[in-house]
Nanobody
Framework: QVQVVESGGGLVQPGGSLRLSCAAS????????MGWYRQAPGKQRELVAT???????NYADSVKGRFTISRDNAKKMVYLQMNSLKPEDTAVYYC???????????WGQGTQVTVSS
C-alpha cells in the first residue's frame, strides 16, 4: 500500500522559515508529480506548489518568491522550503503524489503550520 507521510510543520514567527518534508513509499517515485497543498480553517484546500517528474515547477501566486519545492528521487522525498512566512500561510499542509498521465493520486495525513507571534 502506498504511504505518503509529511513532517516538519510547527509554530514559527512571521518572517521565519520552515522546511516541510514528504516521504512516499511503494511507488515508482520518478513517474510521479509531487505537490504541496494547504487548507486553512474554513477554507477549501488549495494548491501551493507542484514539481513534475521532469522537475518543472508551479507555484501559487501567493507563495511565489517565498516558497521553493524540490524533490530527491533517490530518497523518494519532496520538500517545501518556506521563507518569509506570513500569518496567512497558517494551514494544514498536505503532500500529494500523482502518477503522471493518470488520475491515480495519494494524499498524506497533513502537517500543521502555524505562523504567529
Amino acid at each position: 500500500q502506498v504511504q505518503v507521510v509529511e513532517s516538519g510543520g510547527g509554530l514559527v514567527q512571521p518572517g521565519g522559515s520552515l522546511r516541510l518534508s514528504c516521504a512516499a513509499s511503494r511507488i515508482i517515485f520518478n513517474l510521479y508529480t509531487m505537490g504541496w497543498y494547504r487548507q486553512a480553517p474554513g477554507k477549501q484546500r488549495e494548491l501551493v506548489a507542484t514539481i513534475t517528474s521532469a522537475y518543472n515547477t508551479n507555484y501559487a501566486d501567493s507563495v511565489k518568491g517565498r516558497f521553493t519545492i524540490s524533490r530527491d528521487n533517490a530518497k523518494k522525498m519532496v520538500y517545501l522550503q518556506m521563507n518569509s512566512l506570513k500569518p496567512e500561510d497558517t494551514a494544514v499542509y498536505y503532500c500529494n503524489v500523482r502518477w503522471d498521465g493518470t488520475s491515480t493520486n495519494y494524499w498524506g495525513q497533513g502537517t500543521q503550520v502555524t505562523v504567529s507571534s
